[in-house]
């Protein structure tokens, strides 16, 4: 099982980045997928979550309005479009996939990836 995050990077303060996460090893659609987020010193947070089938999303209040998430099954990917970074969006970020299979609760992670926003 392996979840692959790219696209991280240094953008100023308004800028745009979009984050990938490539999944393998598992059945891509039968799991919801999120995106994390860290910053040194803090806990992790949930900043968005996507259904299996993509026909529901959800965001942390933070990034609402300037964040979204999508993902495409044929391609195994999730994405996280991001604009009008700020400052305190500077985290690593990362993709977590989740299911429950008979009872028991599935969970992966990948290893991140850094953003840093910041003129």
């Known amino acids: 099982v392996q979840l692959v995050e790219s696209g991280g990077g240094l953008v100023q303060p308004g800028g745009s980045l979009r984050l990938s996460c490539a999944a393998s090893?598992?059945?891509?659609?039968?799991?919801?997928m999120r995106w994390h987020r860290q910053a040194p010193g803090k806990e992790r947070e949930l900043v968005a979550g996507?259904?299996?089938?993509?026909?529901?999303?959800n965001y942390a209040d933070s990034v609402k309005g300037r964040f979204t998430i999508s993902r495409d099954n044929a391609k195994n990917t999730v994405y996280l479009q991001m604009n009008s970074l700020k400052p305190e969006d500077t985290a690593v970020y990362y993709c977590?996939?989740?299911?429950?299979?008979?009872?028991?609760?599935?969970?992966?992670w990948g290893q991140g990836t850094q953003v840093t926003v910041s003129s």
């Open positions: 090893g598992f059945t891509f659609s039968s799991y919801d």
């Open positions: 977590n996939a989740i299911t429950t299979i008979f009872g028991n609760l599935m969970v992966f």
């Open positions: 996507i259904t299996k089938s993509g026909g529901s999303t």
